[in-house]
């Protein structure tokens, strides 16, 4: 094991010899040639930054490389492994994808789950998950903030934010149309086009995608033809940017998204008992579903971002308004048929009992509001201060439905909960010496939540129930950094924050009686790290270090017997590892990028015991006492040294650009690789519940004309069509569910 001070003086070390390295001995190549890196530009402050003055670990997608990963109809899980210490998984299809930054996260699949990376699209947090969703196009760049955000950023960023930045409107005229086939009977459209509608006063922009997938699944109970994984997606945003003077702005954003598809197909038995990995002769192009399997999502929004200079301060409000509604259906056992229902055949593999059930919000409408005064760059001394205000009325139905007869309803329950939040926060940098510059935040947060459930049919015919929480918890979250300057090339930084998650509510009563509360949660965070622009600008290369805590850390114990998910809270997590950034100009055709992250996270509880699959899996952790049950008493099993579900040690990515000039444009191959070494899909560890290691890559070839005026390429994603559980079931049988496959097809893009 590697100690924590050994880590992060190791790191340290090393990085600042490389960057060293790389700055003096090859300062001669540099001179062959007069390309450099582009400075990169973030608002991870809520100011814009160069990304190696910004004193924490920021990392960035945007330009072709983001084009690239998000190809062949990919959702936001495109940046999983392709940004270090970024994991991205779900059990929902495309509706609700679940975010881990340096292993903390939530594998929770209710709809109301509490997650503690934050997602923030155009300055405006989307905290529900099936909002999480949004689809990435037309886009300016992707921010990923590691570490607790909480002092400047919306709410519950504990493990961190990822950040999405449209583009804006513009005086000038541009856009682009792209377009590609591909197969499964893949199409995609995409496009934008922007100007000035009053000239220096009125700009807009519109851009919208729509993307379409065929099935390629062959459910072998139901049809002959592949009739699963399908899905038709679109989504529009309008942007106007009135300037009615050089001092005042108002930016109006208006967006739509519509997504009909397939939810996540479970696979019933497909992980070898005893042994884990994939049963022999498994084929992923074919199931065995006895019910429906189906997704719908809608959403719109609204927001308003006015800016008014006053000369020595700049006055902001950014607010916010989202709706969303969605119904996702699954066949959760994965099989046909169930052996103590008396259902026969049943398969494949042993199918105990029959588990249909789908999750609805038909309803869900959140408001943010936030204002903040901030300096304009003064020399000394500069600050930000504000109030932010978090409102979300939500409403979820649960169904259960019997697979025997057809698909008949047999039971429901809805959740309502209300949510109201208040922040106050203030920031301050301090340029200590020409050199030095420490950046202090403070952030007041108070959050309320209301919540009932209520069982109104039981599929065993238990009796109504109804059930209520309330929480409301105030806390101060806080940080401090410094960055140093040590010379024209190299920065140095450091810092600490603290970082505060409310109490969160759980109440999936259909197959039970109660609800569960998890009380708030504190980390406390340590980080320093080195930004270095090397090869005299052909290079660059940031490293960090971390070490964190979780006090009283929320955790969700998912699946055991009766597939109801619980909330508990662990007495400690801890965390530590490094991140690596790097991209280079190898030569004047050759661009490369290089991420690497180690993150090791372990739980610290010896009092934890939760019950395991009740498909009887091996499991490895130490047993624990005997609980009371459903059907008598169930064993446990000790959490206490488990690391966090879904939290890979390894993260690899690397992407090469080749290029060859001719006359008149030039031929590309663009190639990406990301790896993530093996994850445990539960709290607790066991032989078959987890995936050895997964590695996808890519390539993208073809042909630029001009300068960039248009281009044609073919493109292949998970090129080696590596094939790895992505996730499980536990409480009736060996379920898993599976990675897509290698997808190809050709596109053409034409920009203006």
Same mark, same amino acid.
């Given at each position: 094991m590697i100690s924590t001070p050994q880590l992060f003086k190791g790191l340290s070390v090393s990085a600042l010899a490389l960057a060293s390295a790389l700055t003096f001995t090859t300062a001669q190549a540099a001179e062959d040639s007069a390309m450099i890196l582009e400075e990169i530009v973030v608002t991870a402050q809520k100011r814009s930054q160069n990304l190696q003055d910004v004193p924490s670990s920021v990392a960035t997608l945007g330009g072709e490389k983001m084009d690239v990963l998000k190809g062949a109809g990919a959702d936001i899980k495109f940046m999983s492994a392709r940004v270090p210490s970024l994991y991205i998984e779900t059990s929902f299809g495309r509706t609700f994808p679940r975010f881990y930054i340096r292993g903390l996260g939530n594998s929770d699949f209710d709809l109301n789950a509490s997650q503690p990376v934050s997602l923030i699209y155009d300055e405006v947090v989307l905290e529900n998950p099936i909002l999480k969703g949004a !689809?990435?196009? *037309?886009?300016?760049?992707?921010?990923v903030l590691r570490g607790p955000q909480g002092t400047l950023f919306g709410r519950n960023t504990i493990a961190g934010i990822i950040k999405l930045e449209s583009k804006k409107p513009t005086q000038e005229t541009n856009g682009y149309v792209r377009a590609s086939l591909g197969n499964f009977g893949a199409v995609? @459209?995409?496009?934008?086009? =922007? =100007?000035a509608l009053v000239e220096d006063k009125l700009a807009v922009r519109i851009s919208g995608m729509y993307q379409? +997938? =065929? *099935?390629? #699944?062959? /459910? &072998? @109970?139901?049809?002959?033809?592949?009739? @699963?994984?399908?899905f038709v997606e679109a989504a529009a945003r309008l942007q106007l940017l009135l300037t009615p003077s050089d001092a005042t702005s108002f930016l109006l954003n208006g967006h739509i998204r519509s997504m009909d598809g397939t939810a996540t197909v479970f696979r019933a038995n497909i992980i070898e008992p005893g042994r884990g990995g994939f049963i022999q002769n498994f084929s992923r192009e074919r199931v065995h579903l006895d019910g429906r399997n189906e997704q719908a999502l809608d959403a719109h929004g609204v927001n308003l971002k006015i800016v008014h200079d006053f000369d020595f301060m700049t006055f902001t409000s950014v607010t916010g308004y989202e709706h969303g509604k969605v119904f996702s259906r699954g066949d959760v056992d994965g099989g046909f048929g169930g052996v103590f229902d008396g259902q026969f055949p049943s398969g494949p593999g042993f199918i105990p009992f029959a588990s249909e059930s789908a999750g609805e919000i038909p309803g869900l409408d959140q408001w943010t509001q936030e204002i903040r005064f901030s300096s304009n760059d003064n020399e000394m001394i500069n600050y930000q201060v504000g109030a932010f205000y978090f409102s979300e009325d939500l409403t979820i139905n649960n169904y259960s439905y019997n697979s025997y007869t057809g698909g008949t309803q047999n039971g429901f329950a809805v959740q309502k909960q209300d949510i109201k939040a208040f922040a106050l926060f203030g920031n301050i940098d301090v340029n200590a010496t020409e050199d030095l510059k420490i950046t202090a935040g403070l952030r007041y947060s108070d959050d309320k939540k209301d919540f009932t459930a209520t069982r109104s +049919?039981? !599929?065993? =015919?238990?009796? %109504? #129930? &109804? #059930? %209520? /929480?309330n929480t409301k918890e105030d806390n101060l979250s806080w940080d401090l950094s410094a960055i140093y300057t040590a010379n024209e090339d190299i920065n140095v930084f450091a810092r600490v924050a603290k970082g505060f998650r409310a109490p969160s509510i759980q109440g999936r009563i259909v197959f039970g009686d109660a609800s569960s509360v998890a009380s708030s949660e504190t980390a406390y965070s340590y980080e320093m790290g080195i930004k270095a622009d090397v090869l005299e600008g052909r290079g660059r290369v940031n490293a960090t270090t971390y070490y964190y805590n979780v006090n009283d850390m929320q955790l969700t114990a998912v699946g055991g017997t009766s597939n109801v998910t619980k909330l508990i809270n662990a007495d400690k997590v801890e965390g530590y590892g490094f991140e690596a950034d790097m991209e280079f100009l190898v030569t004047d055709n050759l661009a490369t990028t290089l991420g690497l992250s180690y /993150?090791? &996270? +372990?739980i610290k509880d010896n009092a934890l015991f939760i019950v395991p699959g009740g498909s009887g899996p091996t499991t490895l952790d130490p047993t624990g006492p005997s609980i009371p049950g459903p059907f008598g008493p169930q064993a446990t099993v000790s959490l206490d040294g488990n690391p966090l579900p879904n939290s890979p040690e390894w993260v690899l990515n690397f992407t090469a650009r080749y290029s060859v000039p001719v006359e008149g444009g030039e031929f590309f191959a663009y190639t990406d690789w990301a790896y993530r070494s093996s994850i445990n899909f539960f709290l607790y560890e066991s032989v078959e519940f987890k995936d050895n290691f997964l590695l996808e890559g890519g390539l993208k070839a073809g042909y630029v004309h001009g300068d960039n005026e248009w281009q044609v390429a073919l493109y292949v994603r998970n090129i080696t069509n590596d094939l790895s559980l992505t996730g499980a079931i536990d409480f009736n049988n060996f379920t898993g569910f599976v990675n897509e496959p290698r997808k190809w097809g050709i596109e053409a893009k034409y920009n203006f």
């Open positions: !689809p990435i196009f *037309d886009m300016d760049r992707v921010e995609e @459209l995409e496009a934008a086009a =922007g =100007g379409r +997938q =065929g *099935d390629w #699944v062959d /459910n &072998t @109970l139901s049809s002959p033809e592949k009739d @699963l994984e399908d +049919q039981s !599929p065993f =015919g238990a009796p %109504n #129930v &109804t #059930v %209520n /929480n /993150n090791k &996270t +372990q």
